[in-house]
């Protein structure tokens, strides 16, 4: 949740919209609650009586609430979508930063691949967090709240069926939030692999062509393809899983309400209009509830994202400028004193051990050996473009660090 929280600075000036839209998302809420309200009057009183003056009459209040709603959530719509891709702008700008700072010993704690699925499907996800999570998030407690006084405003009686049937929907849901978690996680790996596939077929596509090895990146795709197919099945199967659960506690509840609803009506202490108005005030709280799940389940997979993007940005820059630090090089000579190196510091082996060289200026020199004979490595040290192990390598006589 951390990163959620620490990626939310980065909204800036997209606040403004954030709020405007939970205002909308209120106001609708409120038109929406008072509908049932009217519905309730238009049947006891204008159906009752065959007052058709006073049902126009509800009937153009309900359509003026019922416009008014929709007016609000279409204003929401625009200022969510604002918010949402100005944010992602905004993280996947911070994330490109970052990784223009960055050294080669940096780069290898990520694979190209895995950091293009973190500017774009992870930054996506975190957009979704708020186009098609923030309406139910903002929206979902008011229906609860609100919906719950309300109808305990109604026909207490009756309202206590909400107090049964709402903990048996939380905790279905809490089981379903905490065994999809994890699987949304290994699911963002997994894509990581395949656009690495893919990657690495498509840069080399003259290699493989020239050297007949189209079936044998087909299968290797094929196998990471396969994994990510199952992998989504399996995530999916339980994350819908609030689907059913939703509709097994909302039906009982109608079921419920009905049963006791029309005995109360049998025995005169509740009128019709009531029951439907109450019915009504029953299907927004579950709505509120499902809401508030499909929230949970985007957020879920949010955070697997957001910790992903956080790993982008708290990468320590391992190679920084020194301050006022050398600017020219002036005859270029090279000077390598005891030098070694490794790629990792747990890794068993040196590439590069104890190496002495002189370079005097000018001179030309061929460094020669097998593949894998760090060849480049000892090349790539003398821009600093890796940092010295052991010793320290010398251009003009100056450490390569002082520049």
Not at 164 to 186: D, E, N, S, W
Not at 261 to 281: A, H
Not at 363 to 372: A, E, F, K, Y
Request: charged content about 20%; aromatic content about 10%.
């Amino acid at each position: 949740m951390n990163d959620i929280k620490r990626l939310a600075g980065y909204i800036g000036s997209y606040k403004k919209d954030m709020m405007l839209g939970a205002l909308m998302v209120m106001i609708e809420t409120a038109f929406e609650l008072v509908i049932p309200i009217m519905i309730a009057d238009l049947i006891d009183v204008g159906v009752a009586n065959h007052d058709l003056a006073y049902i126009y009459s509800k009937g153009f209040q309900m359509g003026i609430c019922a416009l008014l709603a929709l007016v609000t959530g279409l204003l929401y719509a625009r200022f969510a979508a604002r918010a949402s891709y100005g944010w992602g702008a905004k993280i996947r700008e911070a994330e490109y930063a970052k990784v223009m700072q960055y050294s080669f010993s940096n780069l290898d704690h990520f694979d190209t691949s895995s950091l293009i699925t973190r500017m774009t499907t992870d930054v996506t996800v975190l957009q979704n967090l708020i186009n098609s999570g923030f309406r139910p998030v903002t929206r979902g407690p008011s229906l609860l709240i609100l919906g719950i006084g309300l109808s305990f405003w109604m026909n207490p009686k009756l309202a206590i069926v909400f107090l049964v049937c709402t903990p048996v929907l939380g905790i279905v849901l809490f089981l379903i939030v905490r065994k999809v978690a994890p699987m949304y996680t290994k699911l963002q790996t997994i894509v990581d692999r395949l656009n690495h596939v893919v990657q690495e077929g498509v840069t080399a596509i003259r290699a493989v062509k020239a050297f007949v090895r189209g079936e044998y990146e087909e299968e290797k795709f094929d196998a990471v393809n396969t994994d990510l197919s199952v992998s989504s099945e399996q995530t999916f199967h339980y994350a819908v899983l609030n689907l059913p659960a939703f509709q097994v506690v909302m039906y009982s509840a109608i079921v419920l309400i009905m049963w006791f609803g029309g005995n109360m009506i049998l025995s005169g202490s509740l009128k019709v209009g009531d029951l439907t108005g109450f019915l009504s005030y029953v299907m927004q709280v579950v709505n509120a509830l499902m809401m508030i799940a499909n929230v949970f389940l985007l957020l879920t997979r949010s955070l697997a994202s957001a910790h992903r993007i956080a790993e982008v940005l708290d990468e320590r820059i391992v190679l920084k400028s020194p301050e006022n630090g050398v600017q020219k090089v002036k005859d270029g000579s090279v000077d390598f004193e005891q030098v070694s190196f490794k790629y990792h510091k747990d890794a068993k082996a040196y590439a590069l051990s104890d190496v002495d060289l002189h370079i005097k200026a000018g001179q030309t020199i061929g460094v020669i050996g097998g593949t894998g004979a760090a060849k480049t490595t000892l090349v790539q040290l003398i821009p600093r473009l890796y940092e010295a192990t052991k010793g320290c390598v010398y251009v003009d006589d100056v450490p390569v660090q002082e520049y």
